[in-house]
């Protein structure tokens, strides 16, 4: 009976800490467009990208800070993760006042585009939130 309970056991989970999580959320995508704003790509990112990036990333960077300590890489996967709902909202964004054709030309836009900044601003993220952090929240509870 105890292999069971061994296996069922909870991770070790963390508090969050709130000053430190929104400061990294909204400090991420601007510190890359700063990083590269002579690409003016990364600029053009934050102005399409940060919206999805607050709503679909926003969330599941809290859950996996709640799991995780945060490190580049895991947050990175993260990152990746949110980029496959991105798609499909702002398809269903713009498929109520655009044709399918535009639609589906602008959520794969999106994608493509998620596809290098979703990992990089969420990686980035993770880095500043470690640095953010209190001491009080980087011990799981």
């Not at 000053?19 to 690409?39: N, S």
């Not at 054709?101 to 500043?128: D, Q, T």
Request: with cysteine.
């Amino acid at each position: 009976m105890t292999e069971i309970s061994e296996i069922n056991a909870p991770q070790n989970r963390y508090l969050v800490d709130p000053v430190a999580f929104f400061a990294a959320l909204v400090l991420a995508p601007l510190l890359v467009a700063l990083l590269g704003f002579w690409l003016l790509i990364p600029v053009f990112a934050v102005v399409l990208g940060g919206l999805p990036y607050l709503l679909a990333g926003g969330p599941l960077l809290a859950n996996g800070l709640r799991y995780n300590e945060p490190s580049f890489y895991v947050f990175a996967g993260i990152g990746l993760l949110a980029n496959l709902a991105t798609p499909f909202l702002v398809f269903l964004f713009y498929m109520v006042n655009n044709p399918l054709e535009a639609a589906l030309s602008v959520a794969v836009m999106y994608f493509a585009f998620g596809l290098i900044f979703a990992p990089l601003w969420c990686g980035i993220f993770a880095v500043l939130y470690r640095k953010f952090r209190r001491e009080l929240y980087s011990h799981p509870l």
